[in-house]
């Protein structure tokens, strides 16, 4: 009987309850980077195998992820711009991991034990993100060849053919995503924390995967390394991001326990020593890490006694602690990432978390067989509660103006969320709403974007000494980073439109004449627009009479082909990296 025979009915019920519990997302769209990266990406709308293993969206800035880039030109191939075939594509591809994972734990525990741990792992709410949100799609990928790799590493004396293979998984896990060097370091760790063979072969071929990596990395995607300074926290020192690891660390275990607040695109950064962002955390991180080590330490205690029940608890242990762990310190800004934290990055960590777990129940709950309905119970109550959070969480990943207004709602104060959902607002036509998102967002950093938004918004109210004010802070900001900005294909002379007719309704004509001819045409000398607002402000100081023409746009400033609204200068800030 085969490994699918064997756990087949298994696999029957891990499919009908990811079906049921994630049967919302088959009526969801595109959301957030989907439209950047998939439906407005020409380069995926192609099945280009050069264009795609080399430099392109997803293989710039400090990433190489060459084969999502080439599984979303298959499926957009196949199925264009329909959302139902990549969330039933990207919810298989979660069913089947689950199921892997669940094979592997059965090396280690009872199978009620394996199913019950993969049922948390497959309605966890912390992972809708990496179900629901097509972008994040690299989960699964990565994490189903990496699994994979495990399952065959387990046995003692390894073929050549299983152990090509084992590499060539690895390799899958790798190009996926950078979290798949965590398998591979798995892979070996296993090997030898098991006493099993072949460990030197491993390393050498551990140390041909890396270099592969490199060569392909380097000198065909062209891609080396560079921080997102945009992003608050990869834009602060070592010392300051160290500052971070308590809240952030916090923040995955709460979530885990108590999955009640979940939401996207988090910006927020502790940059100083306080009670709350730093203390309190810490003292709750050192108490949690505290009781794992404790189980840890009565675990070894009771296999050196030899105790045959107790079989390998320790080293089984050890093992998945090894893979929590590190799973983490990939999520802890030692290497600035291009968001604080992100649910989705712990679909690694949370297995290890689960393994630990697995353990604890076998060596501490030997009276299942004696308390067993009990025992139903309580997992049947617990597993409820999570798969109604992540059912009820589907539904926010409908569409960008559900998604982004639920989570700004729920407190995420990122201020380039507000800014896209601001421009979702304000192209439905509701744009009080949208003024009163924009004005939060420059209340939390001013950035030349929004400024210009705030502005706009004055403008519209027909406050323009307000409106004035916005415009000239937005061009101050521009003046004191223009690289960056026109680096991204930002340029403020929009905001100079703007500006100039601002000037002209508050009867200052005079002033809009002095910045189109001292400030905007020397930059810009051949734009009309600029030249119309120049005869308009001329017109209007000599009191001609004659109607002023609106020519200033009163939507962004910085537009571009995201689909969303989202300035240029953000559109590359999601990507995601682990």
Known sequence: MNILEKYEKYLYLIFLIGIVIYFPIFFNGFVWDDLTFVINNSQVHQLNLPLLLGSNDFNS??????????????????????????HLLQLLLHIVGTF???????????????????????????????V??????????????????????????????????????????????????????????????FKLSDIKRFLIFTGLSIIIYILMRVFYGGVTYSVITF????????YQRLLNIPAILIYYIKT??????????????????????????????????????????????RQRKGNKH????????LFFFIWFIIGLGMLLQIVPLDMTVADRWFYFPIAGLLGMVGVSFTAWLP??????????????????????????????????????????????????????????????NKKSEACNIIKRSAAITQDAWNMTEVGNCYQMNQQYDEAITAYKRALQIFSLSPKVYLSLND??????????????????????????????????????????????????????????????????????QSGIGVPSSFQQTSVPML
């Open 231 to 238: 992003v608050p926290i990869a834009s602060l020192s070592l």
């Open 367 to 428: 009276t299942f067989k004696t308390h067993k309905k009990q025992y139903i119970l309580i997992a049947s109550i617990l597993l409820l509660l999570l798969a109604t959070r992540t059912f009820i969480r589907t539904f926010d990943y409908k569409d960008n103006p559900t998604l982004l207004g639920h989570d700004i709602r729920e407190g995420n104060n990122n201020p380039n969320m507000m800014e896209v959902y601001e421009q979702v607002l304000w192209n439905a």
């Open 132 to 193: 629901a949100y097509i972008g994040s799609t690299q989960s699964e990928l990565y994490f189903i060849p990496g699994i994979s790799a495990l399952l065959l590493a387990q046995k003692k004396h390894l073929s050549n053919r299983r152990f090509y293979s084992i590499f060539f998984f690895l390799l899958i896990s790798i190009f996926t995503k950078e979290v798949g060097f965590l398998f591979l370091f798995l892979t070996i760790f296993y090997r030898f924390i």
């Open 310 to 317: 107790d079989k390998q608890y320790f080293t089984i242990y």
């Open 491 to 560: 340029t403020p002379n929009t905001i100079y439109y703007n500006l100039a007719q601002a000037l002209i309704l508050a009867d200052r004509p005079q002033e809009a004449i002095d910045l189109i001819n001292n400030q905007a045409l020397p930059k810009y000398p051949g734009d009309t627009v600029l030249k119309q607002l120049l005869n308009n402000a001329e017109s209007e100081a000599n009191e001609d009479n004659s109607l002023i023409q609106n020519v200033a746009p009163s939507t962004s400033s910085f537009q571009n």
């Open 256 to 301: 885990f326990i108590f999955p009640t607040q979940l939401m996207i695109w988090q910006f927020w950064a502790v940059k100083m020593v306080s009670l709350n962002s730093f203390f309190f955390p810490l003292i709750l991180d050192l108490l949690i890490f505290g009781f794992m080590l404790v189980i840890g330490f009565f675990l070894l205690q």
């Open 100 to 130: 892997l994972l669940f094979i592997f734990f059965c090396t280690f525990f009872e199978e009620y034990i394996a199913f019950f741990l993969c049922l948390i792992f497959l309605v966890h709410p912390i992972n809708v993100e990496s």
């Open 61 to 86: 800035g400090p990433f190489y992820r060459p084969l999502p880039a080439v599984y979303f030109s298959i499926v957009y191939s196949l199925f264009g711009k329909a959302a139902f075939f990549y």
